[in-house]
């Protein structure tokens, strides 16, 4: 099992420009997350998914689009990338469980700058 | 709403002594669960180890445990027998109904 894979690992942007995240998970969990890491802070929920289709938005959502057409994957989008979007992005998939609590397994990250 | 305090930005140990770590948390669920993650230089987060809330007694994995005080709302990591393999940023995190709260971290550092 690859567990959570994310691409790229590592990508420069210029301001207006837009890219996707993939991620992709094997453990055919329910749940699916992406975080930002900022220095000096943890990781902040971007948006989640409870199921192939279904999205919602997190902590911080602004700027940020994503999609889930497949139960495995979960893109998130940058349609017009700022540099404040300059950021390490995790993506992590969980197991649904009756009370919806399960640990979260993550992947490697990507950075992402934005000049 | 839930917050995580890591109160320590940066500790030091030497290796093979013992070092703790500490975390506050507040949440409103009644259903909740802990967690200390490591993040090292690789960038990888790997879970360390999950606290259940209803759960009295510690966790433990290994050379690490936890010291959990519900009441306190208090969430200590203690590792025994630091190795340099240990240096790294930790999180401790609260996950209440789908949602996953990270502390600021604590950056962890091993020395010979």
């Known amino acids: 099992n690859a567990g959570v894979t994310q691409t790229p690992k590592f990508r420069v942007l210029k301001t207006g420009q837009s890219m996707t995240l993939l991620c992709a998970q094997d453990m055919n969990h329910e749940y699916m997350y992406w975080y930002r890491q900022d220095p000096g802070m943890g990781l902040r929920l971007i948006h989640y998914?409870?199921?192939?289709?279904?999205?919602a938005k997190g902590e911080v959502p602004d700027g940020y689009n994503v999609s889930r057409l497949k139960k495995q994957n979960f893109l998130l989008g940058l349609e017009s990338a700022a540099p404040s979007q300059t950021s390490v992005y995790f993506c992590?998939?969980?197991?649904?469980?009756?009370?919806?609590?399960?640990?979260?397994?993550f992947g490697p990250g990507t950075r992402l700058t934005v000049l | 709403a839930q917050t995580v305090t890591q109160s320590q930005p940066e500790m030091s140990v030497q290796e093979a002594e013992t070092v703790t770590l500490s975390c506050t948390y507040d949440?409103?669920?009644?259903?909740?669960?802990l967690f200390w993650y490591k993040q090292p230089p690789s960038r990888q987060m790997i879970l360390v180890i999950r606290?259940?809330?209803?759960?009295?007694q510690n966790a433990t994995e290994n050379r690490f445990s936890v010291n959990f005080q519900k009441a306190a709302k208090s969430f200590s990591l203690k590792i025994s027998d630091s190795q340099l393999g240990d240096t790294a940023m930790y999180f401790c995190a609260s996950l209440g109904f789908q949602k996953l709260v990270f502390g600021t971290g604590t950056r962890l550092l091993v020395s010979p």
């Open positions: 992590a998939s969980s197991r649904r469980t009756s009370d919806g609590t399960d640990t979260q397994y």
């Open positions: 606290q259940e809330a209803y759960k009295q």
């Open positions: 998914s409870v199921g192939e289709g279904t999205t």
């Open positions: 949440t409103s669920e009644n259903n909740y669960y």
